[in-house]
């Protein structure tokens, strides 16, 4: 252990606020790239279930066409894209 | 022509991964038709694009005629001509240059004085030498009809050939699409009204799932 | 073949969901222990006093920002060669991640540009080039969301990566070759301080770190890329965490 | 009534050739506006900075070179785009000649049209920049070589983004970094001939580039295409 004190660690002799600003920024964009992918795990996993949705009228559609078209015909209004 | 035949094995299309339709299998012979139907919106115009190898197929196959055996790769215009919606005319060009560009582009010969010819026999003598702009949509139909008169492919792959045609003009290209036929040739078209070509021929019904 | 097994995105799913949580667990362990050995081992630099800690983040960021582009190029080789559906998902999970790391080494660049050079920003050769990587990185991810049809945008993308790749080293080369010609005042950045082996080591376990970081992150998004290209396919609606979804959206 | 003879690919690369020439004449406004574009862009400099003849001698290769790159790529939405709206590009997919041979037909008409007026015209911009004779020679030289590089690389852009929204910003976003060679050699000739040193090292690196960039555009324009028509 080559730092004597708790706050000599953080001065980082002087340069501390771009060894910190580096080394936070760094880990606060990887945080950040973690979070945004279990978002789009969630986004993911919706688009899945709306396109069986979709499915499943297209199918009612088949069958019956005047009944299924009444009813309130559901857009899949969710477009996946760029899941980042 | 050596007797030959448009072979489409078991053709599947997927547009925004949503099945177009499927499991479409059928051949053209020498000397027949082919009359694609179904609604808007059922592949009729992907399914055309597949059979000029434009675009893939996401299942299936397509064997084209060639003078010696089956092709596999993709054709070309000395094998296949293909009109599609976008007629592949140049607005700034004359009807004639059109034609005469055209052909050569596509690596085939043509003089004017063909070009002229089938201007004339699709009844667009005097608009011959007009920028393609100022003509009709009609008249710009007439135009890709008179280049398939020039054209030498024997396989004549068509998008509606007939539409915004006046009766004149219907009955001289339905004239022509008999003749090809007659003379060995084939021809896969789409269209919303009856064309009436005699002779061997087939209709596909697009759409319904399964298709014959 | 064993291959091309794998390049079917329905058997790549369940690997990939087993590969990408060992990677994150290894990584994170590897950047403990690189940070422990950079900032509690290492000593202080003779010219640079502390501020030298910056490569422990920096280099591992720039070497990984390079070689993420490569594999894309990998991958797009294999996708327009062999047409796998997969090489498309797998090089479009991939781009974000170098696209941040690219843009971290020229964050972490700069900081450490400040007390070397007093400039935050100097046109030296690798830090030039990592700028132009970072354009080419959000050219592929801007053209990728910019083409709706999947087939087309992952092709367009594969194009994009291989003529990246191939202008990388020829881009490196003129920026380089321009960087000696009008070698102004600043000092190059080329000479990295002599490597007291400690230092390496704590280097290396970083970028060890990083490159798992790196992988984990691609594999984990592939999986939600994959579950969103097929999710019309019938193997995807019937696996387990969709189904749970599934009650769970019907619930709310 | 057939044409039977089937003439070779050269015959059809002739035919694109003289046909987009023979367009590009009919319609002048597109291809015109990209060459009072290089001329504008080049005569706002000098206003912008001032008039000091050594600043301008300074900065006066480098101000042309980047106005001639934008000027290039301005004018490439023109390559693509009208043949696939009015479907020419399908019939040219399926021309008995090979797609990538039609592509550099097309490029080589494009490059008459957009690349060597700006060549023509550098040599006059470079006068109100205060350059020596040789400079503006070596200027135009680098020119006349890196302008086809323009063309071929911003072709492949150009194809890509076809029938893409928004796609003149994501052009310039991928062509960008494409172009830093062509436009760190092309200045760096003009410097170094204005320093005396001779910008042969920098014209030779330039053919280089030229060579590459022929042999492998169309071949790349020919995917894109395809790609973009299916």
Known sequence: MIWSSASEFWSMGGYGVYVWGSMGVSAALMALEVMLTRWGRQQALDAVCEAMEAQTLDAEAVRDPVASSSGTTRQTTFNPGAVT | MASWVLTAMDLACQKAQRTLFEGVSFSVPAGSWLHIEGGNGCGKTSLLRILCGLSPAARGQVLWPSARHALRLRPDRSVLHYIGHALGLKPDLTACENLCFDAQASGLALSREQALQALAEQGLQSRAHLPVRVLSQGQRQGVALARLRTSPASLWVLDEPLVGLDAQATATARALLQSHVDAGGAIVMTSHHDVGLQGPGARLQLGARGAA | MKLFHYAAPQHFYPLAGRLWPALAVLATALALAGLWVGFMVAPSDAQQGQAYRIIYIHVPVSWLAMIIYLAMAFWSVLGLVFNTRLSGLMTRALAPTGALLAFLSLWTGALWGKPMWGTYWVWDARLTSMLILLFLYLGYIALTSAIEDPRRSDRAGALVAVVGAVNVPIIYFSVQWWNTLHQGASVSFTQSPRMASVMLTGMLLMSLAVWLYAAAIALWRVRSLILVRESHALWVQLLPEVQAHRTLRGAT | ?230
């Open chain 4, 1 to 230: 009534m057939n044409a039977l003879a089937l003439p070779s690919p050269w015959q059809a690369i002739s035919g694109v050739l003289r046909r987009d020439l023979r367009m590009a004449l009919r319609r002048k406004s597109e291809w015109l506006g990209a060459v009072f574009f290089f001329v504008l862009v080049a005569a706002l400099f000098p206003l912008a900075i001032g008039p000091e003849p050594d600043t301008l001698r300074l900065i006066g290769p480098g101000v042309l070179w980047v106005a001639a790159l934008l000027a290039s790529m301005l004018s490439l939405g023109r390559l693509f785009e009208a043949d696939h709206q009015d479907g020419s590009l399908e019939q040219l997919a399926l021309s008995a000649a090979p797609l990538s041979w039609s592509i550099s037909a097309k490029l080589l008409a494009h490059w008459l049209i957009s690349g060597l007026p700006l060549v023509l015209l550098s040599p006059l911009l470079g006068l109100q920049f205060g350059l020596a004779p040789e400079a503006l020679g070596m200027l135009a030289l680098t020119l006349l070589i890196g302008t086809p590089v323009l063309s071929l690389l911003g072709a492949i852009g150009a194809a890509l983004t076809l029938g893409v929204r928004g796609g003149g910003v994501l052009q310039s976003l991928l062509l960008l970094p494409l172009y830093v060679p062509v436009l760190v050699f092309g200045t760096g000739a003009v410097d170094a001939q204005m320093r005396g040193l001779g910008g042969q090292a920098h014209v030779s690196v330039l053919l280089a580039l030229l060579l590459a960039t022929a042999a492998l555009s169309p071949w790349a324009c020919a995917a894109a295409v395809r790609l973009a028509l299916e």
